[in-house]
C-alpha cells in the first residue's frame, strides 16, 4: 500500500480569472516551513491562464491537487475544496492574496497545543495608499471562549455600531479552523458579498474556544479594483445579494445568541443602509437600463417587505438625520424621493466613492 504523508491542513484556493497574480499566492504556499499540507486549488472555470497555471504547479508539487469546473461562483468553489479536503484543519486563502511562510506552522502549532477549535491570526492590508497591520480581532494574543468573542467581534458582524472598535469583517482568510467545526456548513450561491461572514459565523456557532494571535501572517491585497466591494459600477443582483445575507444571519442568530433583540437592531439597521446602497446602485450611470429603468428596477426589487416587517429594530441613532428621514419615505413604500435625493446628491455616482473598512 502506498504509504500517505500525515495531512495536517488542507489550504483551499479557489481561482477565477486571476492568472497575474495567483503564482505569487502559490509561491507563498509551496514554501510554507510547515510541509504536512494539501494545496486544493479549485479552477473555477476560469476563461483565461489561471487554469494551466494551476496544472503545472500541480505537476510540480505532489501536494497540490486542481479541481476544474464550470463557473459557480466562490462559495461553491470553497465547498467543493472543503468536500475534497482530508486535512485536520482548514485553512482559506484568497488567489489574489499571499502568506507569510510560516503562517500555516504557527497557526497549527497555537491550534493544536490549545485545543482552539478556531486560530485567528492579523494580517498585513496592501492598498493603492500604502500598508498597514489590520487586527482581526481586537484582543491581546490568547485563548477564549466563543462568547467572550461576542461584544467585540459576533455582534459586529451582525452590523457595525458607532461605538464598535472591530475593523476587519469576518474573513476567512485569517482563521484556521479545526474541520469538525465546518462539519455541515451551508454555502449559499447567491451570496457573493458578505460570503465571509456567513462561513465565520456558522463556524463560530459550533465552536467552543478560539485562539487569537496579533501576529500578521497574511497578506490581504486590495490594491487597484480587484476586489467586489470596491467596483465602482452598476451591479446586477446588488439588493437580493443582501436580501440573501440578511436571512441567512438571521437564520444563524437564533444559534448564537439567547433572544432575536440581541442580534436584529444591528441586523436590520445593517439592512437598511444596504438598502440606501441599493439605491444609490440603482442611480448609477452605468445601469444599463438608464435613470427612469433604475427607477423602475428600485420599485421591483424584490422582499423590502423586511423594512417594514422589521421595522422596530431599526437602531433610528446609528443614522444621520437624512437617514432617517429617507427611512420614513422607505417605510411607506415612496421609493422615488430617496431615489433622486441619492441621483443628485451623488451625481449618479459620477463622484461618489462607498465607503468600506477595508
Known sequence: MEHRP?????????????????????QSLINQTLKDIEIILVDDGSTDNTGAICDRYAEADSRIRVIHQKNLGLPMARKVGLDAAVGKYISF????D????????????????????????????????????ICNLPLPTGVYKVRDIMECYIKPLYGDMKADKLITTGYVWCCL???E?????????????HEDEVMVLQALSNAQTVFVTSDALYHYNRIGTNTMSKKNCYWE???????????????FGKSLFANDEEFMYRLVTWLYMKFFRSIRNETHHTNPRGFLGGLRNLYRLA?????????????RTELTRTERLLAGFIQRRLYFVPYFYYAVKCNRMHNFQEKTKN
Not at 93 to 96: A, E, T
Not at 181 to 189: E, M, N, T
Not at 237 to 250: E, I, L, P, Q, S
Open 177 to 179: 479552523f479545526k474541520r
Open 6 to 26: 500525515k495531512i495536517l491542513i488542507s489550504v483551499l484556493v479557489a481561482a477565477y480569472n486571476i492568472q497575474d497574480l495567483i503564482e505569487r499566492c502559490l
Open 181 to 193: 467545526v465546518l462539519q455541515g456548513i451551508r454555502f449559499f450561491k447567491e451570496i457573493c458579498l
Open 98 to 133: 499571499w502568506c507569510e511562510v510560516d503562517m500555516c506552522e504557527k497557526l497549527w502549532k497555537r491550534a493544536s497545543d490549545t485545543g482552539a477549535d478556531i486560530a485567528f491570526c492579523s494580517a498585513y492590508r496592501h492598498r493603492d495608499d500604502g500598508i498597514v497591520k
Open 237 to 251: 443582483g446588488y439588493w437580493d445579494n443582501m436580501v440573501a445575507v440578511f436571512r441567512a444571519k438571521k437564520m
Open 303 to 315: 422582499d423590502k417587505q423586511y423594512l417594514v416587517q422589521y421595522k422596530q429594530y431599526l437602531s
Open 93 to 96: 486563502v484568497d488567489s489574489d
